[in-house]
């Protein structure tokens, strides 16, 4: 979770408008747009981890029938195929909470009759990659809504 002090729209539009990330998240490469637009949309997403490059595909959905919304990616293509993010933000007096929520389960490989994939998932993908995108992320958008980068003055 990352407390963030500004509007919770300001907030939610630079999370939901990732086909304008590579612009503002210098750790993303290319977002692409593969389908649909609006709250419904495919895109083929690119970024780095340090060096290491990433590619993945994923449908995005923004819900906003709560009292705010959620913004939610269902992987359908990478090495996280199958994972499930979402974005929730918590308003509190004069600031909003925001939370990525990842749900990795997968079912790769298989050796023997154990699936080896939820240990490389935890120990791998999850903190040395996930986890690493996901807080640049947040700590990128925290910077221009609260005004500490330079590249977008108040």
């Known amino acids: 979770m990352v407390r963030m002090a500004g509007p919770l729209d300001e907030i939610v539009q630079f999370a939901a408008d990732i086909e304008k990330w590579p612009e503002i998240l210098p750790h993303y490469r290319w977002v692409k747009l593969l389908d649909g637009g609006g709250d419904s949309k495919v895109v ?3 970024a780095r981890r340090g060096r290491i490059p990433v590619k993945w595909r994923a449908k995005q959905e923004i819900r906003r029938d709560g009292p705010t919304p959620v913004i939610h990616f269902h992987h359908i293509w990478g090495g996280t195929r199958g994972m499930e ?9 004069d600031a909003v909470d925001v939370t990525i929520q990842h749900d990795f389960q997968p079912l790769w ?10 240990a490389i998932a935890n120990h791998i993908v999850g903190p040395q990659f996930v986890s690493a995108i996901a807080g ?3 700590a990128t958008i925290k910077d ?3 005004g500490r980068d330079p590249r977008f003055p108040r």
């Open 144 to 146: 221009i809504v609260e």
């Open 44 to 46: 083929e997403m690119a």
């Open 109 to 118: 490989p298989v050796v023997g009759k154990t699936f080896i994939g939820s």
């Open 136 to 138: 640049k992320t947040l």
């Open 85 to 93: 993010v979402d974005w929730l933000f918590d308003p509190q007096h």
